[in-house]
């Protein structure tokens, strides 16, 4: 099983950047179906982005589509989350998830997820 600890979050005023990272630890030899997600006060988690660590899928939310790009670097274990335009919406805490299997349409939902990490808060003021 994967450790997992997110970085980069912070604050930002709408319209700017931030780039989040999510080194794995561990049980890493296997490929995985790797996600971001978020929780802001009130609404139900919410998946962001998955792929998976052997390359070919990627899913996104549409809410996110066009703004966001995430991607894996396997030479660091490192599963990252660019985010661009970001709109005060995208305020939340932001978790990676990590699962040793491929990822599907389903990845997007958080209850398809077993091992996370402990969250970086994300605020977009406008």
């Known amino acids: 099983q994967a450790q997992l600890v997110e970085s980069g979050g912070g604050s930002v005023q709408a319209g700017g950047s931030l780039r989040l990272s999510c080194a794995a630890s561990?049980?890493?030899?296997?490929?995985?179906?790797m996600g971001w997600f978020r929780q802001a006060p009130g609404p139900p988690p919410e998946g962001v982005a998955a792929?998976?660590?052997?390359?070919?899928?990627?899913y996104y939310a549409d809410s996110v589509k066009g703004r966001f790009s995430v991607s894996h670097d396997s030479a660091k274990n490192t599963l990252y989350l660019q985010m661009d335009s970001l709109k005060p919406e995208d305020t939340a805490m932001y978790y990676c998830?990590?699962?040793?299997?491929?990822?599907?349409?389903?990845?997007?939902?958080?209850?398809?997820?077993?091992?996370w990490g402990q969250g970086t808060q994300v605020t977009v003021s406008s």
């Open positions: 998830a990590a699962d040793p299997y491929d990822c599907w349409s389903g990845s997007l939902d958080p209850s398809e997820h077993n091992y």
């Open positions: 561990g049980n890493t030899g296997a490929d995985y179906c």
């Open positions: 792929i998976y660590t052997s390359g070919g899928k990627i």
